[in-house]
C-alpha cells in the first residue's frame, strides 16, 4: 500500500512553546489529509481536513487558531500546536488519501502517528 | 453529525475462541471500512465494504455489511495472540472524511 511518513514519532515540549509535525506521502499525491488526535484508549477524533492548496477545514470545536495546518503540496501537510499546554499531550496521527493510483477512493493511508507531550 | 456505534468497548477471549465486534449507524451508510490498530501503532485498513448484505472473509476474518447498510460485524475465527489491537470500523460516507467509531479492543490470553 501507499506509505505515509510522519515526523517526528514523539515530541516532548515545555508548555506555551508551539510544536510542528509533518505528515508525507512518499509514493502517492495526496490531495487531501486528515489530522486525528486520539487520546489514551479512545477512538481516533478527526480535527480537520486539508486540501493541497486551500485552506483547511477544522470539525466543531477544534480551534483553528491553536491548531494550524497548512498543506503547501501534494506531498506535505502540517499540523502546528501553538502555545502547547498539557491538556494537548496526545497521539496525533494524518492520513492521506489521492485521487490517483494509490488511496484513490478506498482506503485511508496513516502516518505512524506522532506522540506530543506537553511538560 | 454522523456517527458508528461500536460495540463491545473491549473483549478478553482465550486464545482459539473467536471474537465479535459491531458497529451500527442510525443512518444509511453509502460503505464501511474496518481497521486495526496494534498497541502502539497507527491504524491499518483492513477492508472495504459496500454493498448490501456483502461478506468478505480475509484468512480467520469475516467482514459483513447488514441488508439495510445501518451495520457491520468482524468476526474473527480462533483467536491468535497476534490478533490483539483495536478493531475500529469507520465510515466515510460524509463526503471524503473518515469518521471512526469508538472501537473494540481485543486481548487474547495464550
Known amino acids: 500500500g501507499a506509505v505515509v511518513s510522519q515526523h517526528p514519532s514523539w515530541v516532548i515540549c515545555k508548555s506555551g512553546t508551539s510544536v510542528k509535525i509533518e505528515c508525507r506521502s512518499l509514493d502517492f499525491q495526496a490531495t487531501t489529509m486528515f489530522w486525528y488526535r486520539q487520546f489514551p484508549k479512545q477512538s481516533l477524533m478527526l480535527m480537520a481536513t486539508?486540501?493541497?492548496?486551500?485552506?483547511?477545514?477544522?470539525e466543531q470545536g477544534v480551534e483553528k487558531d491553536k491548531f494550524l495546518i497548512n498543506h503547501a503540496s501534494l506531498t506535505l501537510s502540517t499540523l502546528t500546536v501553538t502555545s502547547a499546554h498539557p491538556e494537548d499531550s496526545s497521539f496525533y496521527i494524518c492520513?492521506?488519501?489521492?485521487?490517483?493510483?494509490?488511496?484513490?477512493?478506498?482506503?485511508?493511508?496513516f502516518g505512524q502517528g506522532t506522540r506530543l507531550t506537553v511538560v | 453529525g454522523q456517527q458508528v456505534m461500536q460495540i463491545p468497548q473491549y473483549q478478553h477471549v482465550q486464545e482459539g475462541e473467536d471474537f465479535t465486534t459491531y458497529c451500527n449507524s442510525s443512518?444509511?451508510?453509502?460503505?464501511i471500512q474496518w481497521y486495526k490498530q496494534r498497541p502502539g501503532g497507527h491504524p491499518v485498513f483492513l477492508i472495504q465494504?459496500?454493498?448490501?448484505?456483502e461478506v468478505k472473509k480475509q484468512k480467520r476474518l469475516t467482514f459483513q455489511f447488514g441488508e439495510a447498510k445501518k451495520n457491520s460485524s468482524l468476526h474473527i475465527t480462533a483467536t491468535q495472540t497476534t490478533d490483539v489491537g483495536t478493531y475500529f470500523c469507520?465510515?466515510?460516507?460524509?463526503?471524503?472524511?473518515?469518521?471512526f467509531g469508538a472501537g473494540t479492543r481485543l486481548f487474547v490470553k495464550a
Open positions: 469507520a465510515d466515510n460516507t460524509g463526503g471524503f472524511k473518515t469518521i
Open positions: 443512518t444509511t451508510l453509502s460503505n
Open positions: 492520513s492521506a488519501r489521492g485521487t490517483v493510483g494509490q488511496g484513490s477512493n478506498t482506503e485511508a493511508f
Open positions: 465494504l459496500v454493498k448490501s448484505g
Open positions: 486539508s486540501n493541497e492548496g486551500s485552506k483547511a477545514t477544522y
